[in-house]
Each structure stands twice: as structure tokens, then as C-alpha cells.
């Protein structure tokens, strides 16, 4: 019997005080174990895994293969261009399609097309590897932000740029500047370019854009074939050869038309890749070519070429073009500045 008085006694006994903080943290503790004992492992929040993860190296790899046959428009360059066979590059590809579930080319004898897909896939990867490129090129920190690589159209370059460049690099010894001539405009989204020289009228959306010269067309030859022609209208020069520039195909039929002889049909025509060509075959005595007025100056001063007709037509402009993002690269602000100075000065 007092074992049993002694058994209800402890049952009956209070509860040994606790503060609210250690009864919640009793509380925590059993609904912890509950958690382990009934529903399962504890939540916990997912780790993030960075997009370099996701992408796997044969993916990268494909990916790359992709891009370059994207830019160079077709396997076999692709091929040459990463060291690789056309068979790698193709089977890249199509490891590529498999693994995004569509076609990212249509594919005829000897030419490839992209698809819609193709196209929107290859928006993404040319920015994402010109950014690449760009960040990793400079491993010299400030230096990197010196060196200025420029894409510049090829008459620009020769007939107005390079013989000014001395002049820039002994005032900006510090930049190192790389000039590439290309006949395109260069896309500053996918391409590794600081800036480029185009032509047009400026308006580039999403571009900095600064005017650096207005451009006007007007016939030029040798005096002597201008006196053997007898060219003093445009309907003469249905007597010369026209010198035709092939990235510029429309460049004579529109001053012609502005001119007011559309239809003239001349005697010869002469095709060049280029508007410097076109000035060395008309010194010549070639033909007819069309000068971009200023910048065939120099040989008209010499007298290596004149103006038959005293019609000029304006022809666009010159324009140095960057990204906003690339403002503040030391190498870009002091050549902007050069380019200010230059084209006040003459």
C-alpha cells in the first residue's frame, strides 16, 4: 500500500519551472523528432547550382562548334577554324539537336540554313561567348583597358586612318592599338571589337555613335581620259568604263539616277572589292570610278585624278561605333578624343 501511495504521489508531483525560452526550445526539439520519427528527412533549402554546372563540356564543346559554323557559315570552315575534322563538327551538331530536342540547321548539298531555332539560339551564344572573350582578354588589369582593338572599314582605314595614326600614338603611347580592316559592319554584340568605323547615317539603336565625316560621291579620272572622252555631262559618261565597287553594287546606278541619267548604259564596266581599288585603276586610266569626297583629296591635289563634272551627292557618313557599356575604356576615351581633335583640325 505505500508503494502504491508512494507511486501516486510522484504523479501527482508539479512540474519543475522553466523559463518560456527553454519551453521552446523543448518544443523545437520534440517537433524535430517528430519530424525524423513521421514525416520524413527535414526540408532544407535547394543549393543553387551555377549555370558553368549545367552546362556539361560536351555541351560547351557543341555549343561552340555551333557558334563558329553560326559566324562562319559553314562546317568546313568551322572545322578549320577549331582545329577539328567536318565529321567532329557535325557530330557536335547533332549531339547539340538531340540533346535541345530540335533542328538548328537544314542542311542541302554543300550549303547549310539555319532554322528558326538555329537563329534564336545563335543570338544567345554570340553574345555569350564575345562576353567571354572579352573578359578573359584582359589579364593585365589596367592594361587591358588600354588596348584598343578597332574594326574599320578598308578605305577608311588606308585613305584617312593610318596615315594619321603616328600622330595619335605620340600623344597615347600607352595604348596599344589593333586595327582590323573588314568590309562588313562587325556585330559589337558577338564580335570581340572595342569599336568600329561604319557608314550609314548613324542610327545604330542600343550603339554610341559619333559623326566623324559626311561623305560625298562624284566621278574621278585622269585628266588625260577626261580630255580623250570629252566629258563634261553626265550622258558622257555612256562614253568611259564605270568602275563598280562589289560591296557597294548600287553605289553608280543611284548617283547616275540622282544625276539624271538613269538609264545611261555605259560602254564597259569594271568590278573592284573595294573603293581603293577603284581609285588605283581610274590613276590608271582605266575608267570612271566614284570618289568619296574627302578622302581621295590627296590624289587630286597631286593631280593623279580630277573631277570631270562638278556634281557631288551626298553619300552618308563615317562613324566611329561602341557599346554604352565600353564608355569608360581608358583606350576608347583618349582615341574619341584624338578622332574630336583630328577632324577639326583637317
Request: proline share 7%; glycine share 8%.
Amino acid at each position: 500500500m505505500d508503494r502504491a501511495h508512494s507511486r501516486a504521489h510522484r504523479r501527482a508531483a508539479p512540474a519543475p519551472l522553466t523559463s518560456p525560452r527553454a519551453d521552446a526550445t523543448d518544443e523545437g526539439a520534440r517537433g524535430r523528432e517528430r519530424s525524423k520519427g513521421n514525416d520524413g528527412p527535414p526540408l532544407n533549402a535547394a543549393r543553387p547550382v551555377p549555370a558553368a554546372v549545367r552546362l556539361k563540356p560536351a555541351m560547351l564543346l557543341a555549343l561552340q562548334a555551333f557558334d563558329t559554323v553560326m559566324r562562319l557559315g559553314s562546317f568546313k570552315d568551322a572545322a578549320a577554324a577549331l582545329h577539328l575534322t567536318p565529321s567532329a563538327i557535325s557530330h557536335r551538331i547533332g549531339a547539340l539537336e538531340r540533346a535541345m530536342g530540335t533542328v538548328l540547321f537544314t542542311r542541302a548539298h554543300r550549303a547549310i540554313q539555319p532554322t528558326a531555332a538555329g537563329k534564336a539560339l545563335a543570338a544567345g551564344t554570340g553574345r555569350a561567348f564575345a562576353e567571354l572573350a572579352r573578359a578573359a582578354a584582359p589579364t593585365e588589369g589596367l592594361a587591358g583597358h588600354r588596348r584598343l582593338r578597332l574594326a574599320v572599314l578598308p578605305f577608311f582605314a588606308s585613305a584617312w586612318l593610318v596615315p594619321r595614326v603616328s600622330r595619335f600614338m605620340a600623344k597615347h603611347p600607352e595604348v596599344e592599338l589593333v586595327i582590323e580592316t573588314a568590309s562588313r559592319h562587325v556585330d559589337l554584340d558577338t564580335e570581340t571589337f572595342d569599336a568600329a568605323i561604319r557608314n550609314g547615317n548613324g542610327d545604330w539603336p542600343g550603339l554610341v555613335a559619333m559623326r566623324l565625316l559626311d561623305i560625298r560621291s562624284t566621278p574621278v579620272a585622269t585628266s588625260g581620259l577626261v580630255k580623250h572622252l570629252k566629258l563634261r555631262r553626265p550622258a558622257d559618261l555612256a562614253r568611259a568604263a564605270l568602275i563598280h565597287v562589289t560591296t557597294f553594287p548600287l553605289a553608280w546606278p543611284t548617283w547616275l539616277e540622282t544625276a539624271g541619267v538613269g538609264g545611261l548604259k555605259p560602254q564597259h564596266a569594271i568590278w573592284v572589292d573595294g573603293f581603293s581599288a577603284a581609285l588605283q585603276v581610274a590613276e590608271q586610266g582605266g575608267g570612271v570610278a566614284l570618289g568619296l569626297d574627302p578622302l581621295f583629296a590627296d590624289r587630286e591635289r597631286s593631280g593623279a585624278l580630277c573631277r570631270p563634272l562638278p556634281i557631288c551627292q551626298p553619300t552618308g557618313g563615317y562613324w566611329l561605333v561602341h557599346r554604352k557599356s565600353d564608355a569608360a575604356h581608358l583606350g576608347l576615351r583618349a582615341f574619341k578624343r584624338w578622332l574630336a581633335t583630328e577632324i577639326v583640325d583637317g
